[in-house]
């Protein structure tokens, strides 16, 4: 069957949304929170009737049942259509809703009360935005709004579950803010007042969506480790201290030359670089770039490179992101998409929408409970919304991820379809798999099957927790890998078990794609796993990942004016991210089309890839998954081999 879907084995256990008996004679239950033990109503917190709400209605689209089938005539090597990528204006129509679904739940509203002069269609066609307020919309979704404590101490008025009229559930794909919980990379502005403040707030944990990485020694500069003897930077000490010449000698490629393609980093604020770490970089690891080699910034809903607070928690994803993709790719420019003002921070939608004016919102803001909402109400926040302002680079690496558990398969659905669109413009989407193995963000584990609704177990045995979007099946999920400790950079490397675990495993929402079929069959056929379905889901029907990886430990980086290892498939993504970027080049070169979605290539021709057959990721009291011959929901394909690539693809029209 053709993505998108739900897998049919997942739907019955983890979809969220619901086939509930109606609440009223016309009114069926669309979505239902899964929700985890993090977020609790408070005792009499009744919200103000008064308050206004941004409501997004994401309306059905059409012929969504082609997505898989188009996306895989321009992605597919075997196909005549291969490059052939479409345009963003012939995207907003293929996909667009019909206008009998615009018209019905426009008619809906305006039946119930709402204005038509408050109501507005996106421009792609896909969303109607109304400004309403929680009363009002209590009575039209039939729900009621609560306030809602995450055990952080942050704040957001949400629902258990919301109706619609049985008549338009097949228009509506789903409704914001409703059941929907906060994801944003940042976080609101009380907790940023409390980062301001020097407490510990981090981006980084599960409920703000980061895989941030992990830091090991101070190797050179202040604060350096008195215990950890300083090494020369050489390809003989790779297994200790990764640097661009190592990872140039483990995946058999050399420096860029041509600047013909062009390659996004996604930073989330507070998350910048600093350009004295770059310049620091750039004297100790690269010197061919000169020091003041900057990013070019897209700032998305005022991002901003924010420099009032350094430390490891602000500096070192963006400082391990940027160093080492403009590093490898260089003399290419690489784009920084800083998404995000310093008030509200951002997530993944937010980023969506400043590179896509047809997912963006038409006036009406993202959803208050799960994406940061521009423009920002709050003081001092961005006063505009970047709808479609920046075009996508060809290559987009993101080092950031949450757990399917914590949002709605609707909500993931739709999202993933975005990147599927993306894909076929031509664009290659990466993200890190996670660094907690079977684990989920923050080594969450679920204390019931498959996450259903279940309450997590931070550090203890239970339910395996997939990242999304990394099982989104149009995106690239890149895991980690590590150079085998004392032997040499050319050695075969083994899955990273140093510091983290390469996030893998199966997904509770989306069906297997027919291009990973034959891998997770053979996976399964002579190397199937022994847990059972209270584990994870072993139906052998659903999308597994990551798809490949790329060393993930040891990394050498210039935080905060000093250098350090760092540890985490943030540093995997990029880094396989900037090998696609130097074969896109060439292919540029040559007069032919970005390599756009990679994952058909890829597992068509797995031999082009160093595949891994030893590591483990380990994680709710378990063993996790193993790396063996061929897939495995460790390493995926395994890491890249440019030399190997580069025929593969330059040979693709």
């Excluded at 928690?313 to 998409?337: C, F, H, M, R, W």
């Amino acid at each position: 069957m053709l993505l998108p879907i739900l897998a049919t084995a997942a739907a019955a256990a983890f979809a969220a949304v619901a086939t509930a008996l109606p609440t009223s004679p016309s009114h069926v239950v669309h979505e239902k929170r899964s929700g985890s033990s993090s977020w609790s109503p408070m005792q009499d917190a009744k919200p103000d009737g008064r308050i206004t709400l941004p409501v997004r209605i994401g309306l059905t689209e059409s012929n969504l049942h082609r997505g898989d089938e188009i996306l895989m005539e321009v992605s597919d090597p075997a196909s005549k259509k291969y490059g052939k990528h479409l345009t963003a204006e012939e995207i907003i129509e293929l996909f667009a809703p019909a206008p009998e679904s615009i018209d019905a739940v426009r008619n809906w509203l305006v039946l119930s009360g709402i204005e038509s002069s408050r109501i507005s269609l996106s421009r792609g066609r896909n969303w109607l935005n109304v400004n309403a307020s929680i009363t009002e919309v209590e009575a039209l979704l039939k729900t009621e709004y609560k306030v809602y404590e995450h055990s952080t101490g942050q704040n957001h008025i949400a629902c258990e579950e919301y109706s619609v009229p049985q008549d338009l559930s097949e228009h509506i794909d789903l409704i914001m803010p409703t059941v929907h919980f906060d994801t944003k990379i940042v976080g609101d502005p009380e907790q940023r007042k409390e980062k301001r403040d020097g407490q510990s707030f981090q981006p980084g944990n599960s409920d703000n969506n980061g895989f941030l990485p992990k830091k090991g020694p101070t190797i050179i500069g202040p604060g350096a480790d008195p215990d950890v003897a300083p090494q020369p930077f050489a390809l003989s000490t790779c297994d200790t201290q990764i640097t661009p010449d190592c990872l140039r000698a483990l995946y058999n490629f050399t420096n860029g030359t041509l600047a013909k393609s062009s390659y996004g980093i996604v930073e989330y604020t507070p998350q910048a670089y600093l350009q004295s770490d770059l310049n620091l970089f750039y004297s100790n690891l690269a010197r061919q770039i000169p020091s003041g080699t900057a990013p070019t910034l897209d700032s998305i809903d005022g991002g901003v490179d924010q420099t009032s607070t350094q430390s490891f928690d602000d500096n070192g994803e963006s400082d391990l992101d940027l160093q080492y993709a403009i590093a490898l790719v260089y003399p290419q420019k690489v784009t920084l998409y800083q998404t995000g003002d310093l008030v509200e921070g951002a997530s993944f939608n937010n980023f969506l929408d400043g590179i896509d004016s047809s997912y963006c919102t038409s006036g009406g803001g993202d959803n208050p409970t799960y994406d940061a909402t521009y423009p920002d109400p709050n003081s001092g926040g961005y006063k505009s919304q970047d709808c479609g302002k920046y075009t996508a680079a060809s290559v987009i690496s993101t080092s950031y991820g949450s757990n399917e558990a914590d949002l709605t398969a609707a909500y993931e659905v739709r999202q993933c379809n975005e990147y599927m669109k993306l894909g076929m413009q031509g664009v290659t989407i990466l993200y890190s798999s996670g660094d907690n193995g079977v684990a989920g963000n923050g080594a969450e584990c679920c204390t019931k099957a498959k996450c259903a609704g279940g309450t997590y177990n931070t550090g203890k045995s239970g339910t395996f927790n997939p990242s999304f979007p990394g099982t989104c099946p149009y995106v690239t999920s890149v895991g980690a890998t590590q150079i085998v400790s004392g032997a040499s950079v050319t050695a075969p490397e083994e899955a990273c078990e140093t510091v983290i675990y390469s996030g893998g495993g199966f997904s509770n929402v989306f069906a297997m794609p027919s291009y990973q079929s034959s891998a997770v069959k053979s996976y399964f056929a002579n190397h199937k796993p022994s847990y059972t379905a209270t584990q994870y889901n072993n139906s052998q029907t659903v999308r597994g990942y990551p798809d490949v990886a790329a060393n993930g430990a040891n990394y050498a980086v210039a935080v905060d004016g000093s250098i350090s290892l760092v540890y985490g498939t943030s540093a995997s993504s990029p880094t396989f991210g900037s090998v696609i970027t130097l074969i896109n080049e060439q292919r540029v070169n040559a007069g032919k089309a970005a390599v756009g979605f990679i994952n058909p290539t890829l597992y068509a021709n797995p031999t082009i890839l160093n595949d891994i057959t030893s590591g483990g990721n380990q994680g709710c009291g378990t063993a996790g998954f193993t790396a063996v011959s061929g897939w495995d929901p460790v390493t995926g394909l395994g890491t890249p081999n440019y030399g190997k690539m580069l025929p593969v693809f330059m040979n693709l029209p």
